[in-house]
C-alpha cells in the first residue's frame, strides 16, 4: 500500500485540509476514504461523466468532492448522511471545493430516503452501514439507468470475508452483511461485476 500511494496521484490541498479537519472533529477519521481511493473515485467519474450521482454514506464529504468534481455541466450529486452533527462541516467542504451549487446534502436514514429520490442515477456509491448493503442495494437499483455503474465500498472489510465460506468467517453483522452482498452481486443476472483489492475492497458494478 506504500508503495501505491509513494506513486499515485497525491491529495490537494483542499483534501488535506478536510482530511485535518476530519481528524479533529471526529473520532473515525479512519473512515475516510483517503487519497488513492478518492482519486479512483474521481477519475471514474470523470469516465463517466454522469448527470446525477447518489452517494450513501458522506462522512465529511472527501467522497463526495471526488465524485462530483466529474459531473457534466448541470449536474448534481445527492450526498445522504444520517448523522447531522457532520452537516456543518460537509457543507463547509462543499463551499471551499466550490461545489456548492452542484452538491445536495440530505440528512437522515438512506432506506427513508432513498424510496422518495425522483431521480435516474449514473452512479451511485455506497459507503454506508454495511450490515444493509443488501437493503441499500434494492432500494436503489431501479433507479439506476441502465449502463450505470455502482460502487460500493469495503466489501473486503478488513480480510473477514475472504475465506468465503460463512462457518470459518466472523458472525458480526458487518462482515455477513458485505459477505451476503458480495454473494448476491456475483448472482445477480442484473449486472456485471468486479472487486478492486484497492485499500478495504471496492465492488465495481455495472447495471446492463
Known amino acids: ?30 473512515m475516510l476514504c483517503g487519497a488513492e481511493e478518492g482519486t479512483l473515485l474521481e477519475f471514474i467519474s470523470k469516465m463517466i461523466s454522469p448527470k446525477h450521482i447518489l452517494e450513501i454514506g ?13 459531473l457534466r455541466d448541470g449536474g448534481r450529486l445527492d450526498a445522504l448522511e444520517i448523522n447531522d452533527e457532520l452537516a456543518d462541516l460537509i457543507l463547509t467542504a462543499f463551499e471551499r471545493a466550490n461545489l456548492s451549487h452542484c452538491t445536495n446534502l440530505i440528512l437522515g436514514d438512506a432506506l427513508e430516503i432513498i424510496p422518495t429520490l425522483d431521480c435516474t442515477y449514473d452512479l451511485v456509491f455506497m459507503d454506508a452501514n454495511k450490515r444493509d448493503y443488501i437493503k441499500y442495494y434494492n432500494a436503489f437499483i431501479d433507479k439506476v439507468r441502465s449502463g450505470g455503474f455502482i460502487i460500493a465500498d469495503n466489501v473486503l472489510w478488513s480480510g473477514k470475508v475472504l475465506s468465503g ?11 455477513m452483511g458485505i459477505h451476503a452482498f458480495n454473494q448476491m452481486i456475483s448472482q445477480d443476472p442484473r449486472v456485471e461485476n468486479v472487486i478492486i483489492p484497492l485499500r478495504d475492497g471496492i465492488n465495481l458494478i455495472r447495471k446492463k
Not at 458522506?58 to 466529474?70: K, N
Not at 465460506?165 to 462482515?175: A, I, L, R, S
Open 58 to 70: 458522506t462522512f465529511t464529504g472527501y467522497s463526495a468532492i471526488c465524485l462530483a468534481r466529474g
Open 165 to 175: 465460506n460463512p462457518t470459518e468467517m466472523p458472525h458480526d453483522p458487518q462482515t
Open 1 to 30: 500500500m506504500d508503495y501505491i500511494a509513494e506513486y499515485s496521484r497525491k491529495a490537494d490541498q483542499l483534501l488535506l485540509w478536510l482530511e485535518k479537519e476530519t481528524n479533529l472533529r471526529s473520532n473515525y477519521a479512519r
